[in-house]
């Protein structure tokens, strides 16, 4: 979970593997946002899932939203070395023109 | 896609001193933000600006600091004068509008103060 007092985590798995990442929040959000950031790089979204949703797709992403808990998680399926990233959630806290941004995951595909 | 740029990528300077970050921001964006990064931790919430205001500024925005986009140039951070704890790489984003969600972000400038 990126939420909380705990440090950037990290996370090593093989390529081919799947893998899950998971966010709580504490605020009520209109949207979670998954971005990740390259070394070296400003975050790039990848994908966003809005609170009327409780899952989301893209390519091999998949994003899910639980309001009840506020909670998401981003799995990422078959994963490969180019996956290797530090992921973020991010949510607008109450609707807010603001991100706040969890610890986020590094996340290691060893080939 | 659409890119955010920054300049500089890195910057120097002596404790005190006065600081201008610049990001240029896409094209036909309308809200603008500044975010700040210390290493290792969480990107956190500086100020966001839209038709030539702060809309709003976290504990953070420091009295010392300014954003401006004069004339739809450069939206810049100004720092002045400086102090040690304001080393951290600080990214710029922009959204291009209310009904756009997505922040798009800049490469971000890393700040160095000694």
């Known amino acids: 979970s990126q939420w909380g007092e705990e440090n950037l985590q990290a996370l090593s798995i093989q390529e081919g593997e799947d893998v899950t990442m998971n966010c709580s929040y504490k605020t009520y959000t209109t949207v979670v946002h998954w971005y990740r950031q390259d070394s070296g790089r400003g975050p790039a979204l990848i994908i966003l899932?809005?609170?009327?949703?409780r899952e989301k797709r893209s390519g091999r992403l998949r994003a899910t939203l639980d309001t009840s808990s506020q909670s998401s998680s981003l799995s990422i399926t078959a994963a490969q070395c180019e996956d290797t990233a530090v992921y973020f959630c991010?949510?607008?806290?109450?609707?807010?023109?603001?991100?706040?941004f969890g610890k986020g995951t590094q996340l290691i595909i060893q080939p | 896609g659409p890119k955010v740029l920054q300049i500089p990528s890195h910057q120097i300077i002596d404790m005190g001193q006065m600081v201008t970050l610049n990001c240029d921001p896409v094209?036909?964006?309308?809200?603008f933000y500044w975010y700040k990064q210390i290493l290792g931790q969480q990107m956190e919430f500086l100020v966001n600006f839209y038709n030539g205001k702060v809309m709003e500024k976290s504990k953070l925005f420091k009295d010392q600091f300014s954003v401006e986009r004069p004339d739809g140039s450069y939206f810049t951070l100004k720092i002045q004068p400086t102090a040690l704890e304001d080393s951290a790489v600080y990214f710029c984003a922009s959204r291009r509008g209310r009904n756009y969600a997505e922040q798009f972000f800049g490469p971000g400038t890393r700040l160095t103060v000694l």
């Open positions: 899932i809005r609170s009327n949703e």
């Open positions: 991010a949510t607008d806290p109450g609707g807010a023109d603001r991100l706040t």
């Open positions: 094209s036909n964006h309308l809200y």
